[in-house]
């Protein structure tokens, strides 16, 4: 199978040493980077938020368990995919945390394809949530460098007005309007009024902005 690149990690939080090396292995077996720490504690002092990719965790370790850690990751507003590894015993804690947002469990002991293949879905989901998020940021600034004046004119243009009508509520030429109307398609990168209104859908952004 040819590996795949990715701009995330996997990281692997496990108390056993031969199953955080066998995780190691099968991830890179598939082109998919990897660190590994033996507990939650040591993984959460070495936790920044600019981390990538995602966590596949045993929700049983000594200390502080997966559960916990998941805690505190989500306290700190961590956003990444999370797998957990567990035993036969712990399936409802399992099915807990996927209600609470975790991305997946694997019951022990794992298929090494199916956790791979989870693990790669996970990363590639992260990637689509940066992405989302790059996007989200990049249309803030455009709005942010529309003139009041041209937030107004946007406004009426996503209700769908023409440009005599535009004119008429705001009291301005008619040959104003379209100026400002050329001005927000440049500014915020669409060439219509009806791709207009489907970037802010996409992105969730209401009007009066």
Not at 88 to 105: I, M, N, P, R, Y
Not at 154 to 168: E, F, R, T, V, W
């Amino acid at each position: 199978m040819t590996p795949t690149t990715f701009s995330g990690v996997a990281f692997l939080i496990d108390d056993d040493a031969a199953v955080r090396d066998a995780l190691s292995w099968l991830l890179r077996s598939r082109g998919v980077p990897s660190q590994d720490w033996s507990s939650a504690e040591a993984f959460l002092s070495d936790y920044n938020p600019q981390m990538q990719g995602c966590l596949v965790v045993d929700i049983r370790m000594q200390d502080m368990t997966g559960l916990e850690l998941f805690d505190r990751l989500r306290d700190l507003e961590c956003r990444m995919p999370i797998i957990f590894l567990t035993g036969h015993g712990e399936l409802s804690k399992a099915v807990q945390v996927l209600k609470q947002g975790a991305f997946d469990f694997i019951e022990k002991p794992f298929n090494d394809n199916e956790l791979a293949d989870r693990v790669l879905e996970a990363l590639a989901w992260d990637e689509a949530r940066r992405a989302r998020g790059q996007q989200s940021h990049a249309i803030h600034d455009r709005l942010r460098s529309l003139t009041s004046r041209e937030k107004e004119v946007m406004a009426h243009i996503i209700k769908g007005q023409m440009n005599k009508i535009i004119a008429d509520e705001l009291n301005i030429a008619m040959r104003t309007v379209e100026v400002h109307r050329s001005h927000v398609f440049e500014k915020m990168g669409v060439r219509s009024a009806v791709e207009l209104a489907t970037l802010l859908a996409e992105n969730g952004i209401s009007l009066p902005y």
